[in-house]
T-cell receptor, first 112, second 110 residues
């Protein structure tokens, strides 16, 4: 069974630029999550989708971050404009039910 | 607000030296407690889910236990390949939100 796919794996941008990350969840998983993991910390939930509807985006900085999940499968997370403090690993995860969430390899973002 | 505290922050063991990692939590309405393993440069890898106090689960050299206030991850006779960061997370709320601790970095040496 293929795992969660993410791209790109690494991205370096200047502050105030925009960036987008892509995620393809495990086939059949209705729930998709985006997390931000700052070095030395645990992942922090940014947004959770159930199919193509948003379930929780309470910790998403909506002035600069946006996410969508068209057709209830793939998802993109965008940052515009980026700030230095956005440097982190962005993790995508998916789950079938209330059991374990399965994570992708992440995208490491460096904002200079 | 849900809080998850993991200790110790870092742990260095010799091969074969058993130990335990702690995850204490303060939440309203625990729906489940999760343990993950994270290797450098990779996403977290799911290990266990525990749903109620008294529950235990095992996988190879790892055993997870749960009480009403904390969970332990026991590592028996660890090997160097067990070196990783171990994360615990609590699931709460109707949306099944996960709140993670900061992890324990485990290093197992020969």
């Amino acid at each position: 069974e293929a795992g969660v796919a993410q791209s790109p794996r690494y991205k370096i941008i200047e502050k105030r630029q925009s960036v987008a990350f892509w995620c393809n969840p495990i086939s059949g998983h209705a729930t998709l999550y985006w997390y931000q993991q700052i070095l030395g910390q645990g992942p922090k939930l940014l947004i959770q989708f159930q199919n193509n509807g948003v379930v929780d985006d309470s910790q998403l900085p909506k002035d600069r971050f946006s996410a969508e999940r068209l057709k209830g499968v793939d998802s993109t997370l965008k940052i515009q404009p980026a700030k230095l403090e956005d440097s982190a690993v962005y993790l995508c995860a998916s789950s079938l039910d209330l059991g374990g969430q399965f994570f992708g390899p992440g995208t490491r973002l460096t904002v200079l | 607000e849900d809080q998850v505290t993991q200790s110790p922050e870092a742990l260095r063991l010799q091969e074969g030296e058993s130990s335990s990692l702690n995850c204490s939590y303060t939440v309203s309405g625990l729906r489940g407690l999760f343990w993950y393993r994270q290797d450098p440069g990779k996403g977290p890898e799911f290990l266990f889910t525990l749903y109620s106090a008294g529950e235990e689960k095992e996988k190879e050299r790892l055993k997870a236990t749960l009480t009403k206030k904390e969970s332990f991850l026991h590592i028996t006779a660890p090997k160097p390949e067990d070196s990783a960061t171990y994360l615990c997370a609590v699931m709460t709320g109707t949306a099944s939100k996960l709140t993670f601790g900061t992890g324990t970095r485990l290093q197992v040496t020969l």
